[in-house]
C-alpha cells in the first residue's frame, strides 16, 4: 500500500486525510507540524501531501528533493516566489499543485475554461466565493484557480484580467476582465460560483462543499496517481483525465 506522509497533519485537513486515507488503499507514514524536521517525513513516506502554510512551503520541497518523494501541494495563499520554487521542483520530482483537491471542483475548473473559450467576449466573467469567517486568505485559492481557467479560456492571463477591489465610481465594467468577490461568515466549508453574463441571459457553473472529507478524499486519490507520475508539474485535470 502507498503510504502518505502529512505537512500540517494537525491542521483540519491533515486530519481528515489520515481519517480517510485507509479506506482508499493509503497508510499513513507520518505527519510533519511546526517544530518538526521535514526531512524525517519525506524520506520515510511514499507520497507527501502539504496542507500546512505558505511559509512552510520552500523547506518542505527542499525535503522532497532531496528524498526524492513525490508531492501534492493543497496549501493556498501562495505568491510567485512559491510558484516559481515549485516549477523548479518539478523539474526534479512530481508536484501536483491545486487550489482545490476536490474532483468536482477540478472538473468546474474544466467546465470553467471550455465555456470561456466558447462564449466569447460578449459573455462577462465574474466569480464569486464564499468561505468561514476564519479563512485567513482572499480571493480564496479556488476561486483564483477558477480565474486562471477563465483567462485560459479567452486566451489571456488572470495576472492581466483579473479584478478584486471595486469601491467607489468604478465606471463601467471593462471588457474582457474577471471580477472575483469575496465573502466570509458562518462556518461554511466552500462556495464557488462562475457567472457569465451576457445581453438577455446568464449562465452560473456552481460548485457546493458541504464536508471537509471531499477535499481530503480528492487529495488521497491525487496522490496515489502522483506516485506514478515521472517528474513534472501536474493539476487535478490530469488526474480526472481531461
Avoid at 510558484?83 to 499543485?97: K, R
Avoid at 478584486?164 to 474577471?178: F, K, M, S
Amino acid at each position: 500500500m502507498t503510504s502518505i506522509g502529512i505537512f500540517g497533519s494537525m491542521g483540519r485537513m491533515g486530519q481528515a486525510i489520515a481519517a480517510i486515507a485507509p479506506g482508499l488503499g493509503a497508510t499513513i507514514a507520518g505527519g510533519s507540524d511546526v517544530g518538526d524536521n521535514p526531512a524525517d517525513l519525506a524520506r520515510k513516506a511514499d507520497v507527501l501531501v502539504d496542507f500546512s502554510a505558505p511559509a512552510a512551503l520552500e523547506a518542505h520541497l527542499a525535503a522532497a528533493r532531496a528524498a526524492r518523494t513525490p508531492i501534492v501541494i493543497g496549501t493556498t495563499g501562495l505568491s510567485e516566489r512559491h510558484h516559481a520554487l515549485i516549477d523548479a521542483t518539478a523539474d526534479e520530482i512530481p508536484v501536483l499543485q491545486t487550489g482545490n483537491t476536490s474532483l468536482g471542483v477540478g472538473l468546474l475548473a474544466w467546465l470553467v475554461r471550455e465555456a470561456a473559450a466558447r462564449l466569447g467576449p460578449d459573455w462577462d466573467i465574474e466569480i464569486v466565493e464564499t468561505h468561514h469567517r476564519n479563512k485567513a486568505d482572499a480571493p480564496s485559492g479556488t476561486a483564483l484557480m477558477l480565474g486562471k481557467a477563465a483567462a485560459q479560456g479567452i486566451g489571456t492571463t488572470l495576472t492581466e484580467a483579473g479584478v478584486t477591489d471595486r469601491a467607489g465610481l468604478t465606471g463601467p465594467r471593462a471588457e474582457g476582465t474577471i471580477g472575483m468577490a469575496s465573502l466570509r461568515g458562518g462556518s461554511v466549508v466552500g462556495d464557488h460560483s462562475v457567472v457569465f453574463a451576457t445581453a438577455g441571459e446568464r449562465l452560473e457553473l456552481t460548485h457546493r462543499a458541504d464536508d471537509r472529507a471531499i477535499f481530503a478524499r480528492g487529495a488521497v486519490q491525487a496522490a496515489l496517481w502522483l506516485r506514478e507520475q515521472p517528474p513534472g508539474r501536474y493539476t487535478m485535470d490530469q488526474v480526472l483525465g481531461i
